[in-house]
């Protein structure tokens, strides 16, 4: 098992940048897969970014990709999610999650994070 914690989300104007953490606590973070996922309010959950175990293969949402870069530390159990240009469309909760493989679905993941507020002022 895995515990995820994010950190890193505020407010930020339109065409800013913002990174975000999720640090792991547990069992061996280098097993896991990790994807970032967001919600806004009243719409569903949809795919950020994921990365493999090894670090070398990353997927993106149409909606992000050229903007958004995940990536991940394991010597310090973190994965990060580098946001620039960022849109009014892009706020949301964000939570991070580890699972086996990659994948680009929530059911892709087992274990999940809190979450951690984005909010992108026009």
């Known amino acids: 098992q895995v515990q995820l914690v994010e950190s890193g989300g505020g407010l930020v104007q339109a065409g800013g940048s913002l990174r975000l953490s999720c640090a792991a606590s547990?069992?061996?973070?280098?097993?896991?897969?990790m994807g970032w996922f967001r919600q806004a309010p009243g719409k569903e959950q949809e795919f950020v970014a994921s990365?493999?175990?090894?670090?070398?293969?990353?997927s993106y949402a149409d909606s992000v990709k050229g903007r958004f870069t995940i990536s991940r530390d394991d010597a310090k159990s973190t994965v990060y999610l580098q946001m620039t240009s960022m849109k009014p469309e892009d706020t949301a909760v964000y939570s991070c999650?580890?699972?086996?493989?990659?994948?680009?679905?929530?059911?892709?993941?087992?274990?999940w994070g809190q979450g951690t507020q984005v909010t992108v002022s026009a």
């Open positions: 990365i493999s175990r090894s670090g070398e293969t990353t």
């Open positions: 999650a580890a699972g086996w493989r990659i994948g680009i679905t929530s059911r892709d993941f087992v274990y």
């Open positions: 547990g069992r061996t973070f280098s097993t896991y897969a």
